[in-house]
């Protein structure tokens, strides 16, 4: 009994004692949570720079609305969808204009072109119809060159001779962007080849947009808000081909 009361007690010693022991024990920490890896943002590339061609479906963002055409041209009705075609009819044999740069409002601008969209429309001089014409060019030169000439022409040809006295009397749209746009009527010559058109111009990159229609009488028509529209056109495309050759630059020639 003396042994086993010894042995009660001893156990109850070391019960308290590792009861004190806990009571003691800090509470422990809970364990830091593992920090997220460091990411990285993508740089930013750096705008396109380069030279800016338009190839293929970019040319659909350069073409003028039907609702745009009626509002341009007057009597302008029955526009026909945007084609991957191009119909080219001059001949030539008509008399040299003077002075000669007064060549270029009148003849097709698509000679070296390489690619095309283009619609067409009835006019008030059945059957004669007006069309845009969206112009593809191997490079930037060929069609800033072309449109060089018809700025010059506008300067120039504000009274000029084609077998009779002519005119081309123009509004030009000051250059934004590197976008240049003019419009103007072309009225002039003898009975053999008498040329009355409504024309409108517009150029940016390796385009030239190019629309026109016959007229007949005194025409109701705007060259500077034509000119204006198809600016606003070129000038929208622009941007968003920037943006695409910004993400997706061309990639270097072959040697």
């Known amino acids: 009994m003396s042994r086993r009361r010894a042995s009660v007690a001893a156990s109850a010693i070391t019960l308290a004692a590792l009861l004190t022991l806990v009571g003691c024990t800090p509470p422990s920490s809970p364990s830091p949570s593992p920090s997220a890896a460091p990411t990285t943002a993508a740089p930013t590339p750096e705008p396109y720079t380069g030279p800016l061609l338009f190839v293929g479906d970019d040319l659909d963002a350069f073409a003028l609305t039907a609702d745009e055409i009626t509002a341009t041209f007057p009597g302008a009705s029955d526009v026909g969808d945007l084609l991957a075609e191009l119909e080219q009819i001059s001949d030539g044999g008509a008399p040299d204009p003077v002075p000669a740069i007064c060549w270029a409002p009148i003849v097709e601008q698509s000679l070296w072109s390489v690619a095309a969209r283009t619609s067409t429309w009835s006019t008030p001089v059945p059957p004669m119809r007006g069309a845009q014409q969206v112009l593809q060019f191997g490079a930037e030169e060929q069609a800033a060159g072309r449109m060089d000439q018809l700025l010059s022409a506008a300067a120039q040809c504000g009274q000029f001779e084609?077998?009779?006295?002519?005119?081309?009397?123009?509004?030009?749209?000051?250059?934004?962007?590197?976008?240049?746009?003019?419009?103007?009527?072309?009225?002039?010559?003898?009975?053999?080849?008498?040329?009355?058109?409504?024309?409108?111009?517009?150029?940016?990159?390796?385009?030239?947009?190019?629309?026109?229609?016959?007229?007949?009488?005194?025409?109701?028509?705007?060259?500077?808000?034509?000119?204006a529209r198809l600016r606003a056109r070129a000038g929208a495309a622009r941007p968003a081909r920037i943006e695409k050759l910004t993400h997706q630059p061309p990639a270097p020639p072959a040697p």
């Open 162 to 227: 084609f077998d009779g006295p002519a005119t081309f009397l123009t509004a030009t749209a000051d250059e934004v962007d590197g976008v240049r746009a003019l419009a103007g009527v072309v009225d002039g010559g003898d009975e053999q080849y008498d040329v009355r058109m409504l024309v409108a111009y517009a150029q940016v990159g390796n385009v030239l947009v190019t629309a026109f229609q016959p007229f007949e009488g005194e025409p109701t028509f705007d060259p500077a808000a034509a000119a």
